[in-house]
């Protein structure tokens, strides 16, 4: 099956500076990659996806890029605010089955 | 609020004991997953089911099964528990008719074995 490696596992970043998360993937098969925010006592929620077909998606200051060759997808957040504090969790699947394998999440810190 | 409903939010029980977790799916959505998530783990996918149908079974052990209704509410039971069942369990839902269906989490039950 499917095997997602996340990391780092924990990110310090300053308000306002960019914080990058990475993600590598173990089937070429896979063909959709979701990030979910899971912020304290709730469940995971979609951030933002991309599928294989494309490069780079951005909404607003959440951008990933996903390099297929290499196997590996990032997200990166810009201008960070301490709201962007929380633990987030990359995966990856087969977008038709929606068989999703969760990396093991990168809990984020933004210092006012 | 992703419309995925989760009930208890927490449970308490002892070792031996049989708890039933309940998941309301968002409307319209066939697919119910479970998903486990230990203290600092990550997600770690137990099963899935479709209009009624077992879909997909991941890492779930045998003590754990699960059932969808026909309104569609799935139950998640898990008997002859362990300390080490102690985690979040985390109902998503998702419309699943092969295009455009991300997985929509709950809130999570936590269950507490002592």
């Known amino acids: 099956g499917e095997n997602v490696e996340q990391h780092p596992s924990t990110l310090s970043v300053q308000e306002g500076d960019s914080a990058v998360i990475k ?26 996806d991309i599928r294989s077909n494309v490069g780079e998606k951005k909404d607003q200051r959440i951008a990933v890029t ?47 | 609020d992703s419309g995925v409903t989760q009930t208890p939010k927490h449970l308490i029980t ?9 998941c309301s799916p968002r409307s319209g959505d066939l697919s119910v997953y479970w998903y486990q998530q230990s ?15 077992e879909r997909a079974k991941g890492n779930i052990l045998e003590r754990f099964s699960a059932q969808q209704f026909p309104d569609l509410h799935s139950e998640l039971n898990l008997s002859s528990l362990e300390l080490g069942d102690s985690a979040l369990y985390f109902c ?22 002592t």
């Open chain 1, 23 to 48: 993600c590598t993937y173990s089937d070429s098969a896979s063909n959709y990659f979701p990030w979910y925010k899971q912020e304290l006592g709730k469940g995971p929620q979609l951030i933002i």
């Open chain 1, 66 to 112: 996903l390099n297929k060759t290499a196997k590996h997808f990032s997200l990166h957040i810009t201008e960070t605010q301490p709201e962007d504090s929380a633990v987030y969790f990359c995966a990856a699947g087969l977008y038709n089955f929606n068989k999703f394998y969760f990396g093991s999440g990168t809990k984020l810190n933004v210092k006012p």
């Open chain 2, 14 to 22: 002892a070792t031996g004991q049989r708890v039933t977790l309940r």
């Open chain 2, 39 to 53: 203290l600092d783990q990550g997600l770690q996918f137990l099963i899935q089911y479709y209009n009624g149908e």
């Open chain 2, 92 to 113: 998503a839902s998702s419309v699943d008719r092969g295009d455009n269906s991300p997985l929509h989490f709950g809130n999570g039950t936590r269950l507490t074995v």
